[in-house]
């Protein structure tokens, strides 16, 4: 079924996109990439055109302004990305009656209790999770799958560091890093999580639906376990309390995410979490 497929990736040059155009094209399946620029404006019309012209059978949503502070002091910015430009590829896929399938990446960051945490419930704290919510009700007027997710593993972008990146590097060049010991979450690997997209893109499914790991921990447990499996000395992780961190937005706690709906409806076991950070700890050798 691999070779009927079609996707068009938004926000391809980011963190998730750039592994996923890799294993796409290891796959050979076919897409196409999509990439802001500033200085081009991108009306209705393009996009309507766009999607005239190619067969896309699936869209992968990646577009985002993920940075929680930088969304929270820029807010119109954050709204133009977040959530206008995932309503022109709708428009567009509506104006085109097209059956095209959508997958919206959303995010972990409106949870704020693990036994709550599970789709129907939310606390909205910033505007950056706002803007999501905003997003998943765009994306919910079509046929799409929308994932509340949090990953994270090496990066492919130069310009770009991920969560573990920050962590390795830092630690390894002997600068000190402060996480926080009561910020609790549970992301999966981009490895991982690029199959269970596939395995997505081939079900007739639609919906909201949490993707993580279980037995999610602390930002600073994080840290220390990939200090410990990667032999790296921990003199220079700080311990600290959240309110201890200059954040501008303020966040949720717990973001720990329920995962038996998906698992449920997909029949997929989600992994859990020291077992991805010691399957992408073999990266940074």
């Given at each position: ?27 050979q ?7 802001r ?14 999607f005239?012209?190619?067969?896309f ?20 910015i ?5 959530v ?32 709550k ?34 990953f ?22 002997k ?38 790991s279980?037995?999610?921990f ?20 700080i ?14 706690n ?32």
């Open positions: 079924r691999n070779k009927d497929l079609c996707i068009f990736i938004t926000g391809s040059s980011g963190l998730f996109g750039k592994s996923l155009q890799k294993y796409l094209t290891k796959k399946i076919k897409f196409k990439t999509f990439n620029n500033k200085k081009k404006e991108y009306n209705q019309k393009f996009f309507n055109n766009l005239k012209k190619n067969q059978t699936h869209v992968i949503n990646l577009a985002a302004c993920t940075n929680v502070d930088f969304c929270e002091k820029n807010k119109k954050c709204y133009e990305i977040n206008k430009f995932l309503e022109k590829i709708c428009n567009a896929i509506k104006f085109n009656n097209s059956k095209i399938k959508l997958i919206h990446f959303s995010t972990d960051q409106m949870y704020f209790k693990y036994n945490n599970n789709e129907k419930n939310r606390k909205i704290k910033n505007y950056y999770t706002l803007s999501k919510i905003k997003s998943e009700k765009i994306a919910s007027s079509l046929e799409s799958v929308i994932l509340r997710t949090n994270f593993g090496k990066s492919y972008v130069k310009s770009r560091s991920s969560f573990s990146d920050w962590i390795f590097n830092s630690l390894k060049n600068k000190k890093i402060y996480l926080a010991d009561d910020i609790l979450f549970s992301p999966i690997s981009i490895d991982k999580l690029i199959k269970i997209v596939l395995k997505i893109i081939n079900k007739n499914k639609k919906g909201i639906y949490n993707i993580g279980h037995n999610g602390s930002k600073y447990h994080f840290a220390y376990l990939l200090a410990k499996m990667t032999n790296l000395k921990l003199d220079y992780l311990r600290v309390k959240k309110k201890n961190i200059n954040f501008k937005a303020k966040r949720n717990d973001m720990r995410m329920k995962l038996n709906k998906f698992e449920k409806e997909f029949n997929i076991k989600l992994p859990i979490l020291k077992k991805e950070l010691k399957y992408i700890t073999k990266l940074y050798y």
